[in-house]
């Protein structure tokens, strides 16, 4: 953090004191006048719904890589970018930054987040950002302070968290977390399956549960739930008993959390529960899996209510593969071609939308290893061609990559699909020649930020992704985590992995392959708003866009490596509406 500034130095003023501070910013002319012929609104008026911040370093991330001082906001939009704002009017309120770095919401372009916002239980989120289990505790305990959980009420925290992030490399014992929270059960579940562990109301719950599909859950005396089948039996007990207002809360919290970490809006590639058969929550389901055609429902409600304050962008992500029992091949895929009918692409407004086919459209399958699976997969991916569908696939490894490229070359000499601007997730070791002819294509590639959780490779080899090359193939490329059943779902630790190459224990485990920071946020603005579909209006601060914007509580760009890692926004902005910070920031 920067040492001259506290928390509590920014200063939110009344509109008499804004106007001398903005005498002072500079004497450049500000960037907005009176409105011509289809140019945004000029400088705030009476009524007006405005927000203007003076004093700053704020990093627009536009082609010419201005860094402005003040930024003015009214109804939503961006309407004066410059070393002068003009003047505020009545009622604007005006933040004094005193030298804060600002920078625009950071855009994810991989996310499992519907996951996040449909888990049962009174969830804690920050458990990712907890450095030692002290911490831990202590976000279950403040969870508890909370008065909304009622007796027998469960704590959760689910998600791509890893012990490996804490002091300790261990999950909680069962005393550790009786200690944090002794009067409600607790839930501790990592990743898609498991393992778990809770607390002793937790133990006795599970050890006496009974539900229509499955008994009682065997824990050990630490409070341990073996990971498979034994974990996701534990979360199917909970997903039964999960209300709509419980989901509902669930979203908001997710939304709460996402903001906190300075996420402003999402591309959601959550999973199908099943191929076929029942959609209901089952005890072999683990965390990735919801049912696909309800998952969305507590979300669309906040938002028809005016609640949703993040925003999120909805890929439709098909599980469903070769079945044997529906014969040729004129017989699979029955959902993603009822979907291809009856769904619309990117249809919806600047909060919801939804997206394209992806994160596959078929599970993925090599023809030389698996030729009848394969030919599944290349159905699909005609499908949606034909379909004239967006559409993305994932693959890390260079035969992975090869495939991928020569179905969609196969796909634009029959159908044309540069126009469709299709993706590649991951794509971490694709070759030179690979990247060219995708980049011929108009394909995008969202580049994987997650590998800091493991170890260096055997022979010492760069575990990937190959940044260099993927930011000089020219290819549309972005970064992403992969959250939040792969990693978390804070950007930061991405943005270090990239720009450092060091895993959680400080080990180089890609060496050579590190980009500078500019570059790195620059995938997780610029280049995330094209692999969204929204460039024109995301990923940058510029007149007319919509108002999503962070004031950092360090200097991303000058802080050490380690810092770097913890940086968090002092202030959220989305459309143009605080939706994090204020209390101490703003007295």
Do not use: C
Request: aromatic share 8%; charged share 20%.
């Amino acid at each position: 953090m920067d040492a001259n500034i506290s928390r509590r130095g920014l200063l939110i003023t009344g509109a008499a004191a804004g106007v001398a501070t903005l005498a002072g910013v500079g004497a450049a002319p500000a960037m907005a006048g009176p409105p011509g012929p289809g140019e945004p609104p000029g400088p705030p008026g009476p009524g007006d719904e405005a927000l203007t911040l003076v004093n700053g370093r704020i990093h627009t991330m536009d082609d010419a890589g201005t860094i402005a001082k003040a930024v003015s906001i009214r109804n939503g939009r961006f309407v004066a970018v410059g070393n002068v704002a003009p003047s505020p009017g009545s009622g604007n309120r005006v933040i004094d930054l005193r030298g804060r770095t600002v920078i625009p919401g950071l855009l994810e372009s991989h996310t499992h987040f519907v996951s996040l916002a449909n888990r049962p239980g009174h969830h804690v989120a920050d458990l990712e950002l907890a450095e030692n289990i002290a911490e831990v505790q202590q976000q279950l305990a403040d969870r508890r302070a909370q008065t909304d959980i009622p007796e027998g009420g469960f704590i959760t925290a689910m998600g791509g968290w890893n012990p490996n992030q804490w002091a300790e490399r261990r999950l909680p014992t069962r005393a550790e977390l009786d200690d944090a929270v002794p009067d409600r059960p607790v839930l501790l579940f990592q990743r898609f399956n498991g393992p778990g562990r809770v607390n002793s109301l937790g133990k006795e719950f599970f050890e006496s549960v009974e539900s229509p599909l499955a008994g009682p859950v065997t824990v050990g005396d630490d409070g341990s739930i073996a990971a498979g089948l034994p974990a996701t039996t534990a979360l199917y007990h909970l997903r039964v008993r999960q209300s709509f207002e419980d989901k509902r809360r669930s979203a908001l919290d997710s939304m709460a959390f996402t903001a906190k970490v300075g996420i402003t809006a999402l591309l959601d590639q959550t999973l199908v529960a099943v191929a076929t058969g029942p959609r209901d929550p089952q005890p072999g389901h683990p965390l990735a899996t919801l049912d696909h055609f309800r998952m969305y429902d507590a979300w669309i409600d906040l938002h028809r209510a005016g609640q949703a304050f993040v925003r999120l962008q909805m890929n439709f992500l098909h599980n469903q593969g070769n079945i044997p029992a529906l014969g040729d091949l004129e017989n699979q895929l029955p959902e993603l071609r009822e979907r291809l009918k009856n769904q619309f692409p990117f249809f919806g407004d600047d909060m919801l939308r939804t997206g394209g086919i992806g994160e596959w459209a078929a599970p993925f399958a090599l023809q030389a290893t698996n030729p009848t699976g394969y030919a599944v997969w290349f159905e699909a991916q005609r499908l949606v061609a034909a379909a004239g569908w967006r559409n993305e696939n994932a693959q890390t490894g260079v035969a992975g990559v090869q495939q991928v490229v020569e179905a969609y070359e196969a796909m634009d000499s029959e159908f044309g699909i540069t126009d469709l601007r299709w993706g590649l997730q991951h794509a971490d070791l694709a070759t030179e020649d690979q990247l060219a002819r995708l980049r011929e294509l108009n394909v995008g590639v969202s580049t994987s930020g997650f590998r800091w959780q493991g170890g260096p490779s055997d022979n010492g080899a760069p575990v990937g992704p190959l940044f260099p090359r993927l930011v000089a193939s020219g290819v549309r490329l972005g970064l992403h985590e992969d959250a939040v059943h792969i990693a978390p779902h804070n950007p930061w630790f991405a943005l270090h992995y990239a720009t450092t190459g060091l895993n959680w224990f400080g080990e180089q485990i890609n060496p050579d392959q590190q980009i500078s920071r500019q570059q790195a946020l620059h995938l997780y603005t610029r280049g995330n708003a094209w692999y969204l579909n929204r460039e024109d209006d995301l990923g940058s601060i510029e007149l007319g866009k919509p108002a999503d914007l962070l004031v950092l509580d360090r200097d991303y760009f000058t802080v050490s490596d380690d810092e770097m890692r913890r940086t968090r926004p002092l202030l959220t902005v989305v459309g143009g509406q605080i939706v994090h910070g204020g209390g101490a920031l703003i007295q």
